[in-house]
């Protein structure tokens, strides 16, 4: 008998406008900021698209530009009503994937991770589906590249500073488990850029970085 495939997640993916995204960037360029930004959201999106325990993504955005750039590449998109408020955001969003997909388990993908490999979400997912929430610190180990649930109660994000050791405090699983490098990859400096591009980045960031001086 075969084994029966997980209950897919549907991932959801906060989206700040490109106009006052990634302001650590802006070293490299406002124009150069402003597209990595959005290039990071599109190599994100697309990967997770591509993982196969992943049902959909929804990602939360005002950029209404950037939207229909990932709506274009297979995402559902909901308009942000708190801009401000991240882990706010992604709650409302929480409540919304489950209207659409209430058999869906629930994940929060960071989209600031142009190095994201497929098969490495799918290895995190994978051992997340075990535990009522769970989730990935990112590189340095004090932030959160992932965090997924099996239930609305369940969720309960809390990124932000310090968001490892707030996930760890309220019972959430640390997975660490399988080794997915280009799941904490995130990017907040050109120092982290050049850590990405040495992992190897999606196409999107790939033009957006090119000719940079890192």
Known sequence: ???????PF???????????AKSRLAALGDRARRDLVAAFAAD??????????VGCVLVVTDDHVLAATLRGLGAHVL??????????SLSQAAAEALR?????????LCADLPSLDPAELDAALEVAAGFPSA????????????????????FAPRFGSGSCEAHAAQGAHHIVEVDVPTLRRDVDTPHDLAQALELGVGAHTARAARGLSL
């Open 44 to 53: 994100t999106v697309s990967a997770a698209l591509d993982s196969r325990h």
């Open 1 to 7: 008998m075969s084994k029966a495939r997980p209950v």
């Open 100 to 108: 659409r997909w209430p058999e869906r388990r629930l994940a929060a």
């Open 135 to 154: 989730f990935v610190a990112d590189a340095s180990g004090e932030g959160t590249t992932m965090v997924a649930a099996a239930s609305r109660e369940e």
């Open 10 to 20: 549907s991932v959801l993916v906060p989206v700040k406008p490109t106009r006052i």
């Open 79 to 88: 308009p942000d009503a708190t801009t401000d408020d991240l882990n706010e």
